[in-house]
Nanobody, 122 residues
């Protein structure tokens, strides 16, 4: 059973940056497709970005395109989400998800972390 643990959340001012990390418990991390999702208070969970298992192909939600960057370091079993130019509307709990099947930005990933809170406020 793959386990995922997110970290790096916190409070930041508008325009600031944060880098989230997602560490996986399994050495076969490079076989997994990884995605980041977020859920704001009172709203449904939405996709943010995903990265493929091979080749590092990435996709982004329109709302974060050009501001967020997803990456992975398979040697460290870790995926990252670099978030720049943060806005108050980026405030949410951010979740890392993984699957052996390419599910792009769908919500049906098999494995999920417990999330890390990002608050963008002055």
């Amino acid at each position: 059973q793959l386990q995922l643990v997110e970290s790096g959340g916190g409070k930041v001012q508008p325009g600031g940056s944060l880098r989230l990390s997602c560490v996986a418990s399994e050495r076969a991390f490079d076989a997994y497709y990884i995605a980041w999702f977020r859920q704001a208070p009172g709203k449904e969970r939405e996709a943010v970005s995903c990265i493929s298992a091979v080749g590092g192909r990435t996709h982004y939600a329109d709302s974060v395109q050009g501001r967020f960057t997803i990456s992975r370091d398979d040697a460290k079993n870790t995926a990252y989400l670099q978030m720049n130019s943060l806005k108050p509307e980026d405030t949410a709990v951010y979740y890392c998800a993984a699957d052996r099947i390419d599910k792009l930005l769908l919500l049906t990933y098999d494995y999920w972390g417990k999330g890390t809170l990002v608050t963008v406020s002055s």
